[in-house]
């Protein structure tokens, strides 16, 4: 039932089903099927619940760890662990490098790190441009001591 609702394109009703029937027996042999199953549920959800996602994604990848989508799911979980250190504020590359090298098609580590590699050079040319501003008010400031200091001394 679980894997005719996924064809209908019915996931909810398919991940119910296939959930049901897991639980009771884990060893399911067309695991691989209801792992595709999975997947499809778990990026349909990346961008409104990402937790379900990622376990939806995972549980896909305990069903099938060695199949011929494993590498695209390894990926998608690494991207999507990748965005989540981000929201936190932490700019890691290491996961959407990861998730490229698993999965070379996969756009959103790539886009992701654009975006990365284009914030740190921003940010680059702004430290550049405040050192520049930062030595020219202490060249300025020096120059007025040494013709204030001047001044003083002749009257």
């Known amino acids: 039932q679980g894997l005719a609702s996924k064809k209908d394109g019915k996931l909810k009703d398919a991940i119910a089903a296939l959930d049901e029937v897991l639980a009771r027996q884990p060893l399911l042999d067309r695991r691989e099927e209801a792992a595709s199953a999975y997947v499809a549920w778990g990026e349909s959800l990346e961008d409104s619940d990402r937790a379900a996602a990622l376990a939806a994604l995972r549980k896909a990848l305990r069903l099938d760890e060695a199949g011929p989508g494993s590498s695209h799911v390894r990926s998608e979980i690494a991207t999507l662990e990748g965005e989540d250190l981000l929201a936190l504020g932490i700019t890691d590359t290491a996961p959407f490098e990861q998730a490229l ?55």
């Open 101 to 155: 090298a698993l999965d070379p098609g996969n756009a959103r580590p790539r886009a992701d790190l654009d975006r990365i590699h284009a914030q740190l050079d921003a940010s680059k040319a702004r430290g550049w441009r405040l050192l520049a501003a930062g030595l020219v008010l202490a060249l300025a400031i020096g120059a007025v001591i040494v013709v204030g200091g001047r001044r003083v001394a002749r009257k």
